[in-house]
């Protein structure tokens, strides 16, 4: 059994910080990609950024500049620090991993934190 648990989300003025965290807890043998998504009132869900287990990343063009994604493979856990936040940046943030449970790889997702960025 796998858990994938978000935290961090929060009211935040437009041009502020809020760091989010995610942690994969359970039995779990390893965790690969891992990712931030995001989904607006109203619109689909979108990735805003990936990291391999090596470090690699990708961002969404909107976030570019402003998010980093970093991970901690000691602690099952992913962050996205976001800086110079916009409120087209609200939404539920939602977190996944690519993992590998017992002999089975399957990809898990959280319940999701909400971001609200004020103007």
């Known amino acids: 059994q796998v858990q994938v648990v978000e935290s961090g989300g929060d009211l935040v003025q437009a041009g502020g910080s809020l760091r989010l965290s995610c942690a994969a807890s359970?039995?779990?043998?390893?965790?690969?990609?891992m990712g931030w998504y995001r989904q607006p009132p109203g619109k689909q869900r979108d990735v805003v950024a990936t990291?391999?287990?090596?470090?690699?990343?990708n961002y969404a063009d909107s976030v570019k500049g402003r998010f980093t994604i970093s991970r901690d493979n000691a602690k099952n856990t992913v962050y996205l620090q976001m800086n110079s936040l916009k409120p087209e940046d609200t939404a539920v943030y939602y977190c996944n991993g690519r993992i590998t449970s017992y002999i089975i790889t399957s990809t898990y997702w959280g319940q999701g934190t909400q971001v609200t960025v004020s103007s």
């Open positions: 359970g039995r779990i043998v390893s965790v690969g990609t």
């Open positions: 990291i391999t287990r090596s470090g690699d990343t």
